[in-house]
C-alpha cells in the first residue's frame, strides 16, 4: 500500500528565514509520481510540483526548491527567504503510475511564516 | 479561462438526509475526482470519473456514490448522512487520466456540516 508521511505537524518561522518541510513515502511501485500542492486558507489546492520516480534531479522555482532521493523515499520541499504569503499547510502526495488519478495525501504541514 | 467550480460552497445538513455536490470542471477537461479532507483523516480519495465511467473508487460506504455527465460535470452524493460526513469536499479535473502527466486541478470545496 502507498504511503505518504510528513512528520511535522507544525512549523513557525520568522519571515526571511529558510524552512524545509519534510516528505518521506512508500510504495511497492517503481514508477509512481510525487506531488506537492499548498493550501492556503481558502482551502483550494494550489498545484506546486510534480515529479516522477525516474527523474532524481533536483528543481529549483524561485524560491522554492525541491530535493527527491530515491535511496530515502524522500521528497523534501524548501523555501528561501520565506514570506508572509507563504503562509498556508503544504501538502506531499504520492500517485501510482498506469494513468490512475487517486492521490494519496500526507496528513499537511501547516507552516506559519511571522512578520 | 474559468477554474473549478464547485456548489454549493457551505451546506448544513441534518443526520439522516442526504446531500447532493456539485463539480463544474475546466472547461476541455474531461477527468473529474473527488476528495474528502478531515481532520482526523487528512485528505482521502473518494473516486474518479471519465467519460461518464467510474474510474477508481477510495475506500467509502456505499452511501457515497457519484455520477458524470456527458459534459464532464459531477455530482457527488451522499445519502443517511452522519456526523463524521462533516467535511470538506474538493473536486479536481484534469485533462484525461491515462496520463499522470496531465495534473490535477482543485476547486475550492464545499463545505459540509452535519448536524
Known amino acids: 500500500a502507498q504511503k505518504v508521511t510528513q512528520a511535522q505537524t507544525e512549523i513557525s518561522v520568522v519571515e526571511k528565514e529558510d524552512v524545509t518541510l519534510d516528505c518521506v513515502y512508500e510504495t511497492r511501485d517503481t514508477t509512481y509520481y510525487l506531488f506537492w500542492y499548498k493550501q492556503p486558507p481558502s482551502g483550494e489546492l494550489v498545484f506546486l510540483i510534480r515529479?516522477?520516480?525516474?527523474?532524481?534531479q533536483n528543481e529549483i522555482s524561485g524560491r522554492y526548491s525541491w530535493n527527491f532521493q530515491k535511496s530515502t523515499s524522500s521528497f523534501n520541499f524548501t523555501i528561501t527567504a520565506s514570506q508572509v504569503v507563504d503562509s498556508a499547510v503544504y501538502f506531499c502526495?504520492?500517485?501510482?503510475?498506469?494513468?490512475?488519478?487517486?492521490?494519496?495525501f500526507g496528513q499537511g504541514t501547516r507552516l506559519t511564516i511571522n512578520p | 479561462k474559468a477554474g473549478v467550480t464547485q456548489t454549493p460552497r457551505y451546506l448544513i445538513k441534518t443526520r439522516g438526509q442526504q446531500v447532493t455536490l456539485s463539480c463544474s470542471p475546466i472547461s476541455g477537461h474531461r477527468s473529474v475526482s473527488w476528495y474528502q479532507q478531515t481532520p482526523g483523516q487528512g485528505l482521502q480519495f473518494l473516486f474518479e470519473y471519465f467519460s461518464e465511467t467510474q474510474r477508481n473508487k477510495g475506500n467509502f460506504p456505499g452511501r457515497f456514490s457519484g455520477r458524470q455527465f456527458s459534459n464532464s460535470r459531477s455530482e457527488m452524493n451522499v445519502s443517511t448522512l452522519e456526523l463524521g460526513d462533516s467535511a470538506l469536499y474538493l473536486c479536481?479535473?484534469?485533462?484525461?487520466?491515462?496520463?499522470?502527466?496531465?495534473?490535477?486541478?482543485f476547486g475550492p470545496g464545499t463545505r459540509l456540516t452535519v448536524t
Open positions: 502526495a504520492l500517485s501510482e503510475a498506469g494513468g490512475a488519478q487517486k492521490l494519496v
Open positions: 515529479r516522477n520516480s525516474f527523474d532524481e
Open positions: 479536481a479535473s484534469s485533462l484525461a487520466p491515462g496520463g499522470i502527466s496531465y495534473e490535477q486541478y
